[in-house]
């Protein structure tokens, strides 16, 4: 069955330096990748998707991530990071059924220091 | 872009009362609608797929006649807590597919969620 890992609960980075959140996958097609972000007592916020095409994604608010099928990962990066980055992101992939439906991580809680 | 409008963002209710919380596609249409349930500094909890016009599947472990859903057309849908209970309380949200062609046009778009409390 496919599954997505976050390995970090939470990470720390200070403002200003370059900032990594982890996500590893496991399915056995090709996968549908997503990263959101949450702020407390708010929805979901569609950040970037892997579908198909280049490896390297571009999303919003200056994250991007890359797609690594040997190693099946799916890290989110940003350059440099702002306080207002601090929140909760989640990676997720498409069920390979017929349900549509995402699967979603444990969470990384991100905090930016200044 | 898309946008999902989720009423109420928050809701007290008393022990024993039903609420309903509602989920509308703004701008394009939503034949998949999920919800979902958050327990604090947790993961989503995927609850049910309601598809429009047919019956919802839910997740095995919830409960289909305590949490109603309803998918009656294609830019709304609601889940109502019947006979609400305090281990109730929780976060929910709702998430719409997003209909396309194409890669570049598949996903998601998420509401900005219910704060439920019962007391």
């Known amino acids: 069955a496919q599954s997505v890992a976050q390995p970090e609960d939470q990470v720390n980075v200070a403002e200003g330096n370059p900032l990594t959140v982890k996500c590893t996958y496991s399915v056995s097609g090709n996968p549908y990748l997503f990263w959101y972000v949450q702020y407390p007592n708010r929805g979901l916020q569609f950040l970037l998707k892997y579908i198909t095409g280049d490896n390297l994604v571009k999303g919003s608010y200056g994250f991007e991530a890359e797609f690594n099928k040997s190693q099946t990962s799916f890290h989110l990066k940003k350059p440099s990071a702002l306080v207002s980055d601090s929140a909760l992101y989640f990676c997720a992939v498409r069920d390979e059924g017929n349900t549509d439906k995402l699967i979603f991580g444990t969470g990384t809680r991100l905090q930016v220091f200044p | 872009g898309a946008v999902v409008s989720q009423h109420p963002s928050w809701v007290i209710c008393k022990s024993g009362t039903s609420v309903k919380i509602e989920c509308r596609s703004l701008d394009f249409q939503a034949t998949t609608m999920f919800w979902y349930r958050q327990f604090p500094k947790q993961s989503l909890m995927l609850m049910a797929t309601?598809?429009?016009?047919?019956?919802?599947?839910?997740e095995q472990g919830v409960e289909k006649d305590k949490f109603l859903i309803n998918h009656a057309s294609l830019t709304l849908s609601t889940l109502t807590v019947t006979s609400a209970h305090p281990e109730d309380s929780s976060f929910y949200i709702c998430s719409a597919r997003e209909l396309g062609q194409g890669a570049a046009n598949y996903g998601y778009t998420f509401g900005s969620g219910t704060r439920l409390t019962v007391v």
């Open positions: 309601s598809n429009e016009g047919s019956k919802a599947t839910y």
